[in-house]
């Protein structure tokens, strides 16, 4: 069963920082663009940043500057580096990826998704 799993959440003070992971497991050919969402209460889930497999990144303005998508293709995991955090950064986050099945067909995963509260 090809899956996703996030870590790293929890909890941090405004201006601190947290990193986050996710592992793709399973039955997979090939792993295409990773991604990082989140959605906060009562808001609609946002894009956060997205990352190629040969390293292009793309971040939100909300972002950018502060959090850091990196991956590593060889251990199929994908991470946020998150700095400088804000109270509005406080959403659950999902990681998302584009993954090769065995049948030679690609289909879009998500992750069960992680806790990021910036609180005092």
């Known amino acids: 069963q090809t899956q996703l799993v996030e870590s790293g959440g929890g909890l941090a003070q405004p201006g601190g920082a947290l990193r986050l992971s996710c592992v793709a497991s399973?039955?997979?050919?090939?792993?295409?663009?990773m991604g990082w969402y989140r959605r906060a209460p009562g808001l609609q889930r946002e894009l956060i940043a997205t990352?190629?497999?040969?390293?292009?990144?793309n971040y939100a303005d909300s972002v950018q500057g502060r959090f850091t998508i990196s991956r590593d293709n060889a251990k199929n995991t994908v991470y946020l580096q998150m700095n400088s955090l804000k109270p509005e950064d406080t959403a659950v986050y999902y990681c998302?990826?584009?993954?090769?099945?065995?049948?030679?067909?690609?289909?879009?995963?998500w992750g069960q998704g992680t806790q990021v509260t910036v609180s005092s």
């Open positions: 990352i190629t497999v040969g390293g292009s990144t």
């Open positions: 399973g039955s997979i050919r090939g792993i295409n663009t």
């Open positions: 998302n990826a584009g993954i090769l099945t065995p049948w030679g067909t690609w289909r879009d995963y």
